[in-house]
């Protein structure tokens, strides 16, 4: 069972960054994918961007594309997000979640039902 732990969220004005990190509680494997969702209130579960773990193949809803960057580190089991250029509607609680087996349709990776482990969640919150 693999636990995650996101960190890095807090309150930032339009335009500001963060850069969200979430750590696995143990050594990832090479099939594995990662990816973040977020969710706000009264509003569905979004897919934000996901990465094969061995590949660095990268996935972006088209939302955040060209703001948002996901990107790993595998030896430190270490999932990150950088966010530029905020906008109030991103704000959201965003999920690192983790991919146990392998697929080869880029498809899986933008559905959180693909999913099997999921980190607690951290708040980014954008001011106007």
């Known amino acids: 069972q693999v636990q995650l732990v996101e960190s890095g969220g807090g309150l930032v004005q339009a335009g500001g960054s963060l850069r969200l990190s979430c750590v696995a509680s143990e050594r990832t494997f090479t099939n594995y994918g990662m990816g973040w969702f977020r969710q706000a209130p009264g509003k569905e579960r979004e897919f934000v961007a996901a990465?094969?773990?061995?590949?660095?193949?990268?996935y972006y809803a088209d939302s955040v594309k060209g703001r948002l960057t996901i990107s790993s580190d595998n030896a430190k089991n270490t999932l990150y997000l950088q966010m530029n250029s905020l906008k109030p509607e991103d704000t959201a609680v965003y999920y690192c979640?983790?991919?146990?087996?392998?697929?080869?349709?880029?498809?899986?990776?933008?559905?959180?039902?693909?999913?099997?482990?999921w980190g607690q969640g951290t708040q980014v919150t954008v001011s106007s």
């Open positions: 990465i094969r773990w061995i590949e660095g193949t990268t």
């Open positions: 979640a983790a991919l146990r087996n392998y697929y080869s349709d880029s498809y899986y990776y933008t559905r959180d039902v693909s999913y099997h482990y």
